[in-house]
């Protein structure tokens, strides 16, 4: 059963850090991209970070540039994206989603939810003081 599981949420105060982690099951991460998309309160699901493995092409939208950082170790099956200098406006639900078919993160924008065959069941972060 294929399954990708993400935790390390939480509150945090703004500037302050967190890692999130994408754990997948039921397949390797061999030839998969992954991306992390948020959601918040009445907004779309946005993407704000790719990976791809064939290259470790990165991706990352504008929003989050220069204070996150996504990487990966498929031995472990899993995906992480570090968070630093959080801000208020970073507060949603985050989501991992794996891409199939040697989908590379050159194709990546923050619309590519749909471009996405697996996901996990999300994780809250909220950044207040």
Known sequence: QVQLVESGGGLV???GSLR???AA???TLDDVAIGWFRQAPGK???GITCISDVDRFTYYAHSVKGRFTISRDNAKGTVYLQMNSLKPEDTAV???GAA???YHCSEFTPRSANEFDYWGQGTQVTVSS
């Open 13 to 15: 105060q703004p500037g």
């Open 20 to 22: 999130l982690s994408c």
């Open 25 to 27: 099951s039921g397949f």
């Open 44 to 46: 779309e699901r946005e």
């Open 94 to 96: 985050y989501y991992c």
């Open 100 to 102: 199939l078919g040697y």
